[in-house]
Every structure is written in structure tokens, then in C-alpha cells.
């Protein structure tokens, strides 16, 4: 039996090519604890821009998630929403 370290991944089918980090649905759902509709349903087309935050290889219907983008903006998203004061036609005003 193999003992994982704190810096490590249990998961292991995750891709790393050229510096970037490709997560299924599946693979991204289990890093941020968020259900596989609510990517799928919620937060791909509405947060997750295509072509930043997922790919679709080969112009396929898979997506593949990228990592270091979402964990980027996940973490701007958070600080950015402290100060902010959200208006009715979606954008925000800064304190």
C-alpha cells in the first residue's frame, strides 16, 4: 500500500503537458468538492471561459479542465468578492 504525501494526488489519471494540468469533469469535481452537474450544469459557460479554464482536444465534445487556471481565478474570484458590491445588471462596484 502506497502512502500519499499532503502535496500529492490521488489522482491518477490527471495529464500534465507543457507546463498545464488537464482534469476530466470527474477529476476536477473531487479538487474543488463540487458536485459533476454543478461544473457541467452552472459553472462551465458562466464562469469557466472555453479555451481558458477547459479545452476540447481535437475539437471533440470532451472537455479537459485546466488546472492552474481555475485554481488562479478561484482564488481572484474570492478576494475580488470581498470588496465588491454587486449591482442588478451584473457587474460589480469596488468599495
Known sequence: MEICQPHCHR???ERKV???TYLTTD???ARIKYDVRTIRERLKDSVLLEGTHYVRPFGGRKILFVWEAIERDM???SAAGRSAIPMANGGVLHG
Open 11 to 13: 489522482l491518477s489519471k
Open 18 to 20: 507543457s507546463g498545464a
Open 27 to 29: 477529476e476536477l469535481s
Open 75 to 77: 482564488g481572484q474570484a
